[in-house]
């Protein structure tokens, strides 16, 4: 694993930190890394929702008003 640093933390931050931790019962190490760890995953969460976004535009699912998924599947299917 990984070790990383924090300098210079203004002290209201790590205040607020250990607050934080305690009251999430972990230390104030736990809590950072469970911090890091959420922002690596929501990170990973919004490119991914942007390459579904984008894969979305370039290939968009027309629907017929009161169509459904099933439907449009299955005439697809039929065709071939």
Not at 5 to 12: L, P, Q
Not at 22 to 48: D, F, P, Q
Request: proline share 2%; charged share 40%.
């Amino acid at each position: 694993m990984a070790t990383a640093t924090a300098r210079n933390v203004d002290d209201k931050d790590y205040a607020a930190l250990a607050e934080m931790a305690a009251a999430n019962g972990r230390s104030i190490s736990e809590e950072l890394r469970a911090l890091i760890a959420e922002a690596a995953r929501k990170r990973r969460l919004e490119e991914l929702m942007a390459k579904i976004r984008e894969i979305r535009e370039r290939n968009p699912l027309r629907l017929v008003p009161g169509e459904d998924a099933v439907s449009l599947i299955r005439a697809i299917r039929d065709e071939e």
